[in-house]
């Protein structure tokens, strides 16, 4: 792994390598954090402690669509959670998963900065607002079908 080049093989570096990994592949393959352990000369479950620690860390790849609905206070008074569960049900996992095709991850974020119109949500940088579980649902099923006509 070229990765290594610019670093020393200690300790002390392993987040910034993990860092490195994951920002290359997008996520922290297990065979990359087996080599990451050896040239730091830890266990691999060291490495996997170190990186299950911190939250910045993911160990599946993102889907191509990134859902994030807003669980601030104004979202959250207007439906946010029932937005959610609607999301949930329609993907098929849950807050924090992605599809097993690597279409979608669903997450929540604190706040989004749109409270003027809550309930909203994020897909990649667009942001939604003023929706329903159902607006929701059809937001997810007008993106689906954008996939399938473009295949």
């Known amino acids: 792994m070229n990765i290594f080049s610019s670093y020393s093989g200690k300790r002390a570096k392993v987040i910034p390598i993990l860092q490195k990994v994951q920002l290359d592949f997008g996520y922290l393959p297990e065979d990359a954090m087996k080599k990451v352990a050896e040239f730091c000369g830890i266990t691999e479950s060291e490495v996997f402690g170190i990186a299950s620690f911190y939250t910045q860390f993911r160990f599946v790849p993102l889907g191509k669509k990134q859902i994030a609905v807003c669980r601030g206070t104004a979202c959250h008074v ?74």
């Open 78 to 151: 207007k439906g946010a959670p029932r937005i959610l569960g609607e999301l949930e049900k329609v993907l098929g996992i849950k807050e924090g998963e992605t599809t097993r095709d690597l279409e979608y991850t669903l997450s929540s974020v604190a706040c989004i900065g749109c409270c003027g119109l809550a309930p909203c949500i994020t897909i990649n940088k667009d942001v939604h607002g003023r929706l329903t579980p159902n607006v929701a649902a059809g937001l997810l099923s007008r993106k689906k079908q954008q996939i399938t006509n473009s295949e």
